[in-house]
């Protein structure tokens, strides 16, 4: 069983950062993709950032440019950087893992992190 355990979550006012962590139980890279999802009050689950096969990264419109999404050396944290923060961005922070293994994708995901933005 995998976990994920968020943290870095926490309250800034708008213009500024703040880096997200998840620490996994084993290698991130032992994942086909690994990401971060978000969820704001009264709205569904977005995906924020990926990295998918160890080196492709996507991101989503709002993040492209503001957001940096990495894994440490260590290769068991994942890491969410966000700059140029908007009261927009608040919301539940979640980090998301999922390998595929026989045509089966399995997927963990953290408990969340809050983040709010003050304007």
């Known amino acids: 069983q995998v976990q994920l355990v968020e943290s870095g979550g926490g309250l800034v006012q708008a213009g500024g950062s703040l880096t997200l962590s998840c620490e996994a139980s084993?290698?991130?890279?032992?994942?086909?993709?690994m990401g971060w999802y978000r969820q704001a009050p009264g709205k569904q689950r977005e995906s924020v950032a990926h990295?998918?096969?160890?080196?492709?990264?996507t991101f989503a419109d709002f993040a492209e440019g503001r957001f940096t999404i990495s894994v440490g050396n260590a290769e068991n944290t994942l890491y969410l950087q966000m700059n140029s923060l908007e009261s927009e961005d608040t919301g539940t922070y979640y980090c998301?893992?999922?390998?595929?293994?026989?045509?089966?994708?399995?997927?963990?995901w953290g408990q969340g992190t809050q983040v709010t933005v003050s304007s």
């Open positions: 998301h893992v999922a390998s595929i293994r026989a045509g089966v994708w399995s997927d963990y």
């Open positions: 084993g290698s991130i890279f032992s994942f086909d993709d």
């Open positions: 990295i998918s096969g160890g080196d492709t990264y």
